[in-house]
């Protein structure tokens, strides 16, 4: 049975037309509000789940192999066919990687507000693939490159071929800002969390995603780059710009099985909606009333497009003022800047309730960008050799970790999970919080080997007789910190985002890696400055020379205060659900409050 709502009023608010069932929807469609191709409610038996899951894993695994083949090389290229000085090549690549996982945001925002996840991937992997193109173009015209070295005397690259290359770069990282937050919840999208049986699939996506992004990194480190080594650089770009154009192709193969959510509109927009109306009810002196009393539609889904509503929580209770209704609103027409529903106020809310998880995890990306730049450095200085006839190149180093992820992941789905079920009563064995706070303990114990080994490493009359494999403890380490901390993040910043932040909430985890890399460079210059410049201090040319032991100490102790911070952060922390439930616990104890009092006295 239907019944329409037209328009009305009711206790100064006015309520959008709209329908609404008394009998629950059909069983074989989802509860989140997808939609299939064809704009219609999503049928579970004949969208989302596995079926769609594969063709977007598969995008991830080229974009990530394109990505690292870039990151891993770049370095040597812009100091041998560019002829740039290695710290300003070390510095440059650094601060592309930082500005890509930074305009994460962008894309987040794009996708959350007017594109939805799946177009904003599409437009932006072609935008990716397009910067792909110009950078293999860079490498095979003569002419977008300075003239080879003669002898020392090496011609510079004039401001056209550097910004022709830039340009290249600039793309890619814009792509990457697109692609990164949108494809883990697009491909959550793809479970519904109503469904006991699709909820618990959609945690093993999250996993089986991590190793799809470590095999597009493994891919990225050892493929690529021994085509380049073998084969130069116009083939160690080409092959992963072909991979990411039929990366383009697959995603579009698997639109007719895909689940789609509809964008809200701003997210951003929102917020400062909320803090305005609640800064303007505050100024006029409007105190919070009773929850009941607090604006909302009445229809069966929020204001905001696409979006279910939301309970209100006790939390942040200065923002439940923006929705007190007053004298002064016109209950025939709602301005948003002086009045918010109850929904858009804790949406806001679910954005600021996980702010101090998002500060207490940023220090780890710090530590994880050291596998890119310094693990690698130290690898240069000792031996490499892999039997007599192989030498494995410096960029394919970081392999130790990416197998490590590749391993883990399965071992942690099929043997402890069960076994930590069967422990903790939890259905993912491990909550995201605990999965994040394992990876921040363990990665302090991979800088401490990673300062041991380099000590040893530096102390050794010929560090050439050390085999590279001395650096497998701080990259199995670091490896497995990053598998519980990435794979907990996503689940985390999942689950607490509302409808219309899915995006946005991605968004945010990820830009820590690209915080983390640009505090990372600024880590190292402080270091020089303040332990007496490259000529004397710890971090010098060269690496013989330099105390990195010290430096990696130094990164230990931030991790373990951080560790500390974090675990004060997270005991606190009343997620999304919880405080849901004690609004529930709350009213049930009012209403049997109520209830008593009606009876009156009892007497044994």
Not at 9 to 35: C, D, I, Q, Y
Not at 275 to 300: I, M, P, S
Not at 307 to 320: G, I
Not at 328 to 342: A, E, G, M, S, Y
Request: proline share 4%; hydrophobic share 45%.
């Amino acid at each position: 049975m239907e019944v329409q709502l037209g328009e009305e009023t009711k206790e100064g608010g006015s309520f959008k037309r709209g329908t609404f069932s008394s009998m629950p929807p059909p069983a074989n469609l989802v509860t989140n509000g997808s939609v299939d191709i064809r704009g219609r409610t999503a049928d579970k038996s004949t969208t989302g789940g596995w079926k769609a899951s594969p063709f977007i894993i598969v995008n991830e695994v080229a974009e990530r192999m394109a990505f690292y083949a870039i990151a891993v090389n770049m370095v040597a290229y812009l100091v041998r066919e560019m002829h740039q000085s290695l710290p300003d090549a070390a510095t440059h690549v650094n601060d592309w990687v930082g500005a890509a996982f930074i305009l994460t945001i962008l894309g987040a925002f794009l996708a959350d507000a007017y594109l939805g996840r799946f177009l904003t991937i599409v437009i932006f992997t072609i935008i990716y693939s397009l910067g792909m193109v110009m950078l293999t173009l860079s490498a095979a015209i003569d002419d977008l490159r300075p003239a080879p070295c003669v002898g020392k005397v090496c011609p510079q690259a004039t401001s056209k071929q550097t910004a022709f290359l830039y340009g290249a770069l600039a793309l890619i990282a814009l792509g990457t800002g697109g692609i990164k937050p949108c494809v883990s919840s697009f491909g959550a999208d793809q479970f519904d969390e109503a469904d006991e049986k699709e909820a618990q699939k959609k945690y093993s996506f999250f996993n089986w995603f991590f190793f799809a992004i470590n095999m597009g990194v493994l891919m990225g480190i050892t493929v690529m780059v021994y085509v380049e080594v073998k084969k130069g650089w116009v083939w160690g770009f080409g092959v992963p710009t072909a991979s990411t154009v039929v990366s383009v192709l697959v995603l579009l193969a698997g639109a007719p099985v895909y689940r789609f959510q509809k964008p809200s509109g701003s997210a951003l927009t929102r917020f400062v909606q909320v803090f305005v109306a609640a800064c303007r009810n505050h100024l006029k002196g409007v105190g919070v009333v009773r929850v009941e009393e607090l604006y909302e539609v009445k229809t069966r889904e929020s204001d905001i497009l696409g979006a279910r509503k939301l309970t209100h929580t006790s939390q942040y209770r200065f923002l439940d003022k923006a929705a007190v209704i007053t004298s002064l609103h016109d209950p025939q027409k709602i301005n948003k800047w002086r009045l918010c529903t109850v929904t858009q106020v804790e949406e806001l809310k679910s954005f600021v309730r996980v702010l101090p998880i998002w500060a207490s995890t940023i220090a780890l990306s710090i530590s994880f960008a050291q596998l890119s730049t310094f693990f690698i450095t130290q690898s240069t200085t000792m031996n490499r050799n892999l039997g007599p006839h192989f030498t494995i190149p410096p960029g394919s180093v970081p392999v130790f970790a990416a197998l490590n992820g590749l391993l883990l992941v399965p071992l942690y789905e099929g043997l402890a999970v069960p076994l930590l079920r069967r422990i903790t009563g939890h259905r993912r064995g491990l909550t995201s919080l605990q999965r994040m706070g394992v990876g921040l303990f363990v990665s302090i114990f991979g800088l401490a080997a990673a300062a041991v080994v380099e000590k040893r490493r530096r102390d050794s009359l010929d560090s050439r007789s050390m085999t590279v494999f001395w650096l497998l403890p701080q990259f199995f380490l670091m490896g497995s910190a990053e598998v519980f901390t990435y794979v907990g993040q996503l689940e985390f910043f999942y689950d607490e985002a509302t409808d219309g932040t899915r995006s946005l909430s991605s968004a945010m985890f990820l830009s820590e890696i690209g915080i983390g890399s640009w505090l990372s460079t600024a880590l190292v210059k402080i270091i020089q400055r303040v332990t007496g410049g490259v000529e004397r201090g710890w971090l010098r040319n060269d690496l013989n020379a330099s105390r990195l032991d010290n430096f990696y100490w130094v990164l230990c102790a931030i991790n373990a205060v951080n560790f500390v911070v974090y675990l004060v952060v997270a005991m606190v922390y009343r997620g999304r659900e919880e405080s849901h439930a004690k609004v529930r616990d709350e009213a049930n104890v009012a209403v049997a409050v109520n209830a008593d009092e009606e009876e009156g006295p009892k007497w044994d």
